[in-house]
Structure formats: structure tokens, C-alpha cells
């Protein structure tokens, strides 16, 4: 079955730096096009980032624009999301998804999420 794997959180301090990492198997990860949402405390889940399935495209959330950059590597079926100039609002749950109708969205896949915690 299908499974999405996240690691790489932690807790950091403010204007800080994390790499989350998204390990994919058992669907056709070079033809999905990959997401990374979050979900604060008392918070809806926000979409934070996408990379299209040929990897040429991205799209960003404003409020991460400039600082996140997602990334893939098809030959280890992993998608990555470098966080830079992290603030406390970026405390979250971060989530990785998966369209596999290379499309994109809605995501059909989804992982168990990852901490990412900013102190001040």
C-alpha cells in the first residue's frame, strides 16, 4: 500500500533552519506531483508547498514564499521542504501528500505528519 513517511522536525529557535524529508513507496512517485501542508495549534491544515510531478513547477503559500523551498529526487522517491528564516508562527504539524494523478490536487495520500516547533 501506499505510505508517506516524514522526518526531520524539531524544535528550533527563531531564524532558524530545518530540512524536512517525505519518503514515498508504493505508488508511481515520479508521475505524482508532491505537497507539504501544516496545521498549527487550534488551526485548519494549510497547504505550504507543492512541486509538480516533473519537478519544473512549484507553487508556495505567500506567507512562506522566499523562505521554503520543496524539492524532489525521483530515484529515492523523497520529497524534500528546506525551511529557512523559520518563525514561531511556522509551529506546526507538517504534513506530506500525494496526487498521484499528476495533477494538482485533490491529494489522495497522505503522511502521518512531522513536528516542527519555533521558539521565540
Known amino acids: 500500500q501506499v505510505q508517506l513517511v516524514e522526518s526531520g522536525g524539531g524544535l528550533v529557535q527563531a531564524g532558524g533552519s530545518l530540512r524536512l524529508s517525505c519518503a514515498a513507496s508504493?505508488?508511481?512517485?515520479?508521475?505524482?506531483?508532491m505537497a507539504w501542508f501544516r496545521q498549527g495549534p487550534g488551526k485548519d491544515r494549510d497547504f505550504v508547498a507543492a512541486?509538480?510531478?516533473?519537478?519544473?513547477?512549484?507553487l508556495y503559500a505567500d506567507s512562506v514564499k522566499g523562505r521554503f523551498t520543496i524539492s524532489r529526487d525521483n530515484a529515492k522517491n523523497t520529497v524534500y521542504l528546506q525551511m529557512n528564516s523559520l518563525k514561531p508562527e511556522d509551529t506546526a504539524v507538517y504534513y506530506c501528500?500525494?496526487?498521484?494523478?499528476?495533477?494538482?490536487?485533490?491529494?489522495?495520500?497522505w503522511g502521518q505528519g512531522t513536528q516542527v516547533t519555533v521558539s521565540s
Open positions: 512541486i509538480y510531478w516533473t519537478g519544473g513547477r512549484t
Open positions: 501528500a500525494a496526487d498521484s494523478r499528476a495533477s494538482w490536487g485533490p491529494y489522495d495520500y
Open positions: 508504493g505508488l508511481t512517485f515520479s508521475r505524482s506531483t
